[in-house]
């Protein structure tokens, strides 16, 4: 079964632009979770998604927002972006949001704003 | 509010050491701490987890040792190999309540020199 696929893998913006990160879970996998992981936070949650209806939040400003299709694949958006989002942007994907089992990460989209 | 302390936030052994990495946590309703291990370029993945009814679980060289009264666990690596350099993260979340998204600390960056 193929994992989770993020794509681009690395992207480099300016400040003030928008960026959108794709992520496609493993085939099954209902529920898609979003982390940003920096060197100096380590990994934050952002926001989890299910049924194409967002579930959970993490406390992150409103530019930073998500969705999901009905194929479970999942976006998610930065808008207005600041030198201190450049991150790498994890996804997760697992069978269901109502329970708990494990989640599985993609390799990242590693996003540069300069 | 950071509610997962890890420490340390790097460490280096030797070939055959046994390097430990710690944990704190401070919400009582958390009931599953799982480890993570990333890899350069990759996402993380699940090592090993522990819930508090047991206070040690044996994974290959992983061992976690769970204190419940101090709310504390950490990590053992045993006969530490240098394949095992990685990144560590400690995570918690409450498995039985409404919202089971995880929280992580801040990483441990373990290097195993040869």
């Known amino acids: 079964k193929a994992g989770v696929t993020q794509t681009p893998r690395y992207l480099i913006k300016t400040r003030g632009q928008q960026v959108t990160l794709s992520c496609s879970p493993i085939?099954?996998?209902?529920?898609v979770s979003w982390y940003q992981q920096t060197p100096g936070q380590g990994l934050q949650f952002l926001f989890e998604?299910?049924?194409?209806?967002?579930?959970n939040k993490g406390n992150f400003p409103g530019r930073f927002s998500g969705r999901q299709f009905s194929n479970s694949r999942s976006e998610m958006n930065v808008s207005t972006l600041e030198l201190g989002d450049s991150a790498l942007y994890l996804c997760?994907?697992?069978?269901?949001?109502?329970?708990?089992?494990?989640?599985?990460f993609g390799p990242g989209t590693r996003l540069t704003v300069l | 509010q950071q509610q997962v302390k890890q420490s340390p936030q790097s460490l280096i052994v030797q070939k055959g050491g046994i390097p430990i990495i710690n944990c704190a946590y401070e919400?009582?309703?958390?009931?599953?701490f799982p480890w993570y291990q990333q890899f350069p370029g990759k996402g993380p993945a699940l090592l090993i987890a522990?819930?508090?009814?047991?206070s040690e679980k044996k994974e290959g060289r992983f061992t976690i040792s769970f204190n419940k009264s101090a709310k504390q666990f950490s990590l053992h690596i045993m006969d530490s190999q240098p394949g095992d350099s990685a990144t560590y993260f400690c995570?918690?979340?409450?498995?039985?309540?409404?919202?089971?998204?995880?929280?992580f600390g801040k990483g441990t960056l373990l290097t195993v020199n040869p």
């Open positions: 997760a994907s697992k069978v269901d949001y109502r329970s708990y089992n494990e989640q599985f």
């Open positions: 085939s099954g996998h209902r529920s």
């Open positions: 998604y299910f049924s194409e209806t967002q579930r």
């Open positions: 919400n009582t309703a958390f009931d599953y």
């Open positions: 522990i819930r508090p009814d047991v």
């Open positions: 995570a918690a979340t409450n498995s039985g309540g409404s919202n089971y998204k995880l929280t």
